[in-house]
């Protein structure tokens, strides 16, 4: 039994371990779909920055730092954001430009991820929002670093394709740390500037895990996470950049699909357990535990080669005057029970009416027959059944003879009873 338990315990896993990780990896098509269609919608929005560039207008600008103000309110404000010069001259005004696409990414994700949009010129660097400009970048060699650094400075516009776009991955402890979509302006073939968005790599986390509460999955993102990994194909990476994978995580698979068997063992234990209620209820006398005399016409009635018993309490009538019907009811239960102790395998015991019971013996000889019925008998009169009184019992016996129908068996084993009673009862008697 135990044994039993232990191997369908393991083989219920084994499928519902084997069903999760098929559904994660029907679901991985999906997420990798939606986390690309997410980079292009990004993209699309960086684009659109390319056209205002080239039609903004130009203001003189002083060396120093320049932070944009809302003209309604007349204070200074992230949204604008900022910016530093390097030299005085004539810049493009870029702040309206700047909140437009701000406003059209916080559209497709959360504020709280967006880190920066950095326009990068050889003398100028413009954000947003303002708080991100540091003050100890105010010299002509960290900006034209910060220029160099995305390969844009004293480029060559043929050497990329027209409104060209680049995505620069960096992880940090194995996580993504940022993404920055990187967009280079051409004026006259030469580059002017780089148009840089810098998304927080936490963003991507939060998107997973909001993956996995709507459809149930355990993935997590990284540069080398999870079983089973799928690579994210990100549209205009940098060679350079790391790849980005995403995995299942396997703790969380094996521990859903141990819940998921322990859920299955105990709806197969109620299920089980409410089959055994009523089937026995629908199928097996509540006093005795014999089967019903009407199971018997719905399956039994066809069947051959039977010996047939049919049985009855001697003087139960008496018993049911003298001590009640309680006590009644408990000889017939106790007599029901000795019944059901004595039957061997394939052996079918009914309670036939009242105090009367039939047992079929399947392919038994008339000697085998008589000593199980004497057998009986003396169980039952040996048994307790009532204080100070010993019950006993009467019963008729026969075979069934070849392709004869049961039921003339049984009448025969009738007429044997009414015999063993007429003769002075607690007697079998075969015909």
């Known amino acids: 039994m135990k044994r039993n338990f232990i191997v369908r315990i393991l083989a219920v896993n084994f499928v519902f371990f084997t069903l999760v990780l098929s559904y994660h990896h029907i679901k991985a098509n999906t997420l990798k779909y939606r986390i690309v269609n997410k980079y292009e919608s ?19 600008r002083n060396v120093g730092l320049f932070a944009y103000q809302n003209e309604k309110d007349n204070k200074h404000l992230d949204y604008y954001g900022g910016a530093m010069f390097n030299k005085d001259g004539l810049y493009p005004i870029l702040s309206k430009d700047l909140y437009v696409i701000y406003n059209k ?19 100028a660097h413009y954000i947003l929002p303002f708080s991100a400009l540091k003050n100890n970048e105010l010299t002509e060699h960290k900006l034209s670093h910060q220029f160099t650094n995305h390969g844009f400075l004293d480029s060559d516009c043929l050497a990329f394709r027209e409104n060209e776009i680049t995505i620069f991955t960096s992880f940090h402890n194995n996580e993504i740390a940022s993404n920055k979509i990187v967009l280079p302006i051409c004026i006259n073939l030469k580059i002017e500037a780089a148009f840089v968005i810098d998304i927080d790599g936490k963003y991507f986390n939060q998107y997973i895990e909001e993956f996995n509460e709507q459809n149930f999955t355990q993935y997590e993102i990284g540069k080398n996470n999870g079983f089973i990994r799928h690579k994210i194909d990100i549209p205009y990476s940098n060679e350079e950049s790391e790849n980005v994978y995403f995995g299942i995580k396997l703790i969380n698979v094996i521990f859903i699909s141990f819940i998921l068997t322990l859920i299955a063992e105990l709806v197969y234990l109620i299920s089980c ?3 055994n209620v009523f089937y026995k209820s629908a199928f097996y006398d509540s006093m005795t535990g014999c089967l019903r005399r009407n199971i018997f016409e719905m399956k039994y009635k066809s069947i051959r080669n039977y010996g047939v018993i049919l049985l009855d ?21 106790s007599v029901g029970k000795v019944i059901i102790e004595q039957a061997h395998k394939n052996v079918l015991n009914f309670r036939w009416g009242g105090e009367e019971f039939l047992i079929l013996l399947p392919n038994t000889s008339k000697d085998a027959l008589q000593k199980y019925a004497e057998k009986l008998r003396e169980n039952i009169e040996s048994s307790p059944l009532l204080d100070q009184k010993i019950v006993t019992v009467s019963l008729g016996l026969t ?27 607690n007697q079998s008697y075969y015909i």
């Open 399 to 425: 075979e069934q003879k070849h392709q004869e129908n049961i039921h003339l068996s049984i009448h025969r084993a009738d007429i044997g009873l009414y015999k063993a009673k007429s003769l002075g009862r």
């Open 105 to 123: 990414l916080s559209e497709r994700l959360p504020e709280k991820y967006i880190n920066s949009l950095e326009v990068y010129m050889p003398s």
């Open 42 to 60: 990004m993209i699309s929005i960086t684009r659109n920055f390319h056209h205002r560039y080239l039609n903004t207008e130009y203001a003189l």
């Open 313 to 333: 309490i001697d003087h139960f009538k008496s018993i049911n005057d003298n001590y009640g019907h309680a006590i009644g009811d408990r000889i017939i239960s």
């Open 273 to 275: 357990h409410l089959y």
